[in-house]
């Protein structure tokens, strides 16, 4: 499945600055070998390749390679188990770059 983010009224990703990031996209995929992988996506135009651009694709590639399922659970809540595989990926794709890049994300 894949879901179009709306900016400032639904999912965001909080990086090291006071503004959020709103993925523009986000997507749910199956992997060749049937583990599932969550792929957020931000575009940007190239004329936008500026230093804010820099900081959201710091932030999505550090959340890419940091990410980890929170194994904790609060007492009085459900758990909820990820014990499947499912991997988070989140990038940011210049428009000029989006036909060469978007397939490798969605692969």
């Known amino acids: 499945w894949w879901h179009r983010n709306v900016a400032r009224a639904q999912y965001a990703v909080q990086g090291w600055r006071r503004a959020k990031i709103y993925p523009d996209f986000i997507f749910a995929l199956q992997r060749k070998d049937g583990s599932p992988r969550i792929t957020l996506l931000e575009t940007k135009g190239d004329q936008l390749d500026n230093l804010d651009t820099a900081y959201k694709r710091d932030v999505l590639n550090f959340m890419s390679q940091n990410f980890a399922w929170d194994e904790t659970v609060p007492a009085g809540t459900l758990e909820l188990v990820q014990k499947n595989g499912e991997t988070v990926e989140a990038a940011l794709i ?14």
């Open 94 to 107: 210049l428009m000029s770059e989006w036909k060469a890049k978007l397939p490798g994300y969605l692969s």
